[in-house]
């Protein structure tokens, strides 16, 4: 006989003042891959993405239209982008790191796009390739073309709650930067905790800052990782602060090269179980979100991160007595 089968969904118990429903903006295909060391199969990718359509995803980063000598595991983009079809209603969305990145993506068909700048000086050099005030320009220019093609941004603030090299980040100039990006035109501000240092008072503290700086909260999104097992705990406290858009990817895939020992971003799967258990509608299939990440495990020949998609894909003789 065999034991017990783990429950497959969450049981629903609403908490007040929380939303009805939010966006879960899938970042697996693009921050989650391009952080792993192995070079996926673009025919494993365009797969990746259409079973995330399918299992409910509608703001879904497919790739990144950056130099292949950059970044290898993304050298595909323009195949990434013309293989993927998002249904009715559904955003694909690429990253551009320049406005020769926008262009490619504009001609491989994209109509929505993301450009990344940097709280601090040290990331922007190591990763953007320029200082944190010519981060912001490059990405002004890129919001100013893509909004002039009718085309909508996404913007990003890297290390917007602790940084590798420089520890603390300085609240003013997450403000600063998200300011900067909001003004530019950039339809949403994502706060990145790109090495996953953040705690749920501190979440609350920049939020407040930047909508105190006058940025909408429904303009705001959390971009999160779970390196000290606080991810979930900080979207609690981001959806408390009235936060409506979270970041994640797929059975948590992605590291963060900038910071030995950092895990993957929150995975999907682990996020829409809380956000459904606190019934807040995602339109996520969580039992498909983990199929496809024990799928691209077997695919990959390594784990994924995601304690959902474990409990889920588990036989019963698995778990111990
Ligand atoms: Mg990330």
Redesign the pocket.
């Known amino acids: 006989m065999s034991g017990p089968a783990p429950r497959q969904a969450p049981r629903r118990v609403a908490a007040e003042g929380l939303p009805a429903e939010v966006t879960v903006y899938e970042?697996g295909p693009r921050?989650?891959l391009q952080?792993e060391t192995d070079v996926i199969p673009t025919a494993v990718k365009s797969e990746l993405c259409a079973r995330l359509y399918a299992a409910g995803s509608r703001a879904l980063e497919v790739t990144s239209f950056v130099p292949p000598a950059w970044i290898p595991q993304l050298a595909d983009a323009r195949r990434v982008s013309a293989s993927v079809r998002p249904p009715e209603g559904a955003r694909a969305v690429a990253l551009v790191p320049n406005r020769r990145g926008l262009d490619d993506a504009l001609a491989a068909g994209m109509r929505e796009v993301a450009v990344v700048v940097s709280a601090t000086e040290s990331f922007a050099r190591a990763n953007l390739n320029t200082d944190r005030a010519g981060a912001v320009a490059r990405a002004v220019a890129v919001v100013d073309d893509a909004r002039s093609a009718g085309i909508p941004v996404r913007g990003y603030v890297s290390m917007a709650f602790g940084d590798p090299w420089e520890g603390d980040v300085d609240i003013a100039a997450v403000v600063d930067a998200a300011v900067a990006l909001h003004s530019a035109g950039c339809r949403t501000i994502a706060l990145?905790d790109?090495i996953g240092v953040a705690t749920a008072g501190h979440v609350e503290q920049v939020v407040e800052a930047v909508t105190d700086a006058g940025i909408p909260r429904s303009a705001l999104a959390l971009?999160l990782?779970d390196t000290y097992g606080q991810a979930l705990a900080n979207v609690l406290a981001g959806l408390r602060a009235g936060v409506t858009e979270f970041?994640a990817?797929v059975g948590g895939l992605?590291r963060?090269p900038y910071a030995p020992g950092a895990t993957?971003?929150l995975a999907t799967e682990d996020l829409a179980w809380m956000l459904e258990g606190l019934g807040i509608r995602t339109g996520l299939d969580i039992p498909a979100l983990a199929r496809t990440s024990a799928w691209l495990a077997g695919v990959r020949g390594r784990p994924h991160a995601s304690r959902v998609a474990h409990a889920l894909t588990t036989t019963p003789e698995e778990h111990p007595a």
């Open positions: 970042v921050d989650g952080a990145g790109t971009h990782h970041d990817s992605g963060c993957g971003n």
